[in-house]
């Protein structure tokens, strides 16, 4: 199960997410993003919510990171511990901003 | 608990379709509970399992369709978690796949394999054996 929750204002985006983001959800996080990143310059994935991520979950990070790279920034906020060991095993520690 | 130890229906027998891969956390997870494990583990092991079993359900019968065997067992020495994956799907070892380059910028990252090097990253062992035309894959985690 996967919530989403988006506040948008003046070119900034705000993505909330509670859940877990797997082979199951990140679909539907991917179809959110690429419907609203248009116009985006600064995009905060705030996951003080999210239980976990699975490397479908990683693919859909790393293609909005790319996204935002061409035209803003990206930061990812509220990252639990479980969340943040996968990012640095994987090297996404390196690619994302985690604050 | 049942002659060897096990909790009973510590195994399920269930297509491997991506379609099921809650059904398969769900199972695990039900085990889980109860036991000492911490959260962070838990997440781990969940991980892992769906890293695996989407494997299963995507590549070892594509483009037909078969089943795919869990099972779940924990040993008290040392206090660990045993999960058994079987198929009986095209030979396949998931741990022969090279490992990721983790150090790439985002532009060069190519995503394939992260699953299973998490996998490996985050359990104590991984093992794959090749038996009886059976893909056997065993994840082991301390608890």
């Known amino acids: ?10 070119g900034k985006l705000v993505i909330a997410l509670e859940g877990r983001l ?7 996080l991917e179809v959110e993003l690429k419907s ?6 600064e995009l905060i994935m705030d996951f003080e919510k999210l239980e976990y991520i699975s ?36 090297g996404f520690s390196d690619i994302l901003t985690v604050e | 608990m049942n002659r060897t130890g096990q909790p009973e229906n510590n195994e399920l027998v269930i297509a491997a379709e991506l379609k099921n891969l809650p059904c398969v956390l769900d199972f695990i997870e039900g085990h889980l509970e109860g036991t000492s494990i911490s959260i962070k583990q838990k997440m781990q ?15 070892a019968y594509a483009p037909d ?8 067992e924990f040993s008290d020495e040392p206090v660990e978690v045993t999960i058994t994956f079987m198929d009986n799907g095209i030979p396949f070892d998931p741990l022969q796949r090279r ?14 394999g992260l699953g299973i090097f998490m996998t490996k990253k985050t359990m104590d062992s991984v093992d794959y054996e090749y038996k009886n035309g059976q893909n056997i894959l065993r994840l082991k985690k301390s608890i």
């Open chain 2, 65 to 72: 369709q078969g089943n795919a065997i869990v099972r779940i």
């Open chain 1, 22 to 28: 797997d082979t199951t959800t990140s679909p539907v």
């Open chain 1, 55 to 90: 490397s479908a979950g990683l693919r859909v990070l790393l293609s909005a990171q790319k996204t935002m790279n061409n035209q803003g920034s990206m930061k990812v906020i509220h990252v639990n511990e479980t969340i943040m060991e996968i990012f640095e095993v994987t």
């Open chain 1, 1 to 10: 199960m996967l919530n989403i929750n988006k506040q948008a204002e003046n």
């Open chain 2, 99 to 112: 490992d990721p380059d983790v150090t790439l910028s985002a532009e060069e990252r190519r995503i394939g």
């Open chain 2, 45 to 59: 092991i969940l991980v892992a399992v769906e890293e695996i079993f989407v494997n299963i359900a995507s590549y």
């Open chain 1, 36 to 41: 609203s990143l248009d116009g985006v310059t």
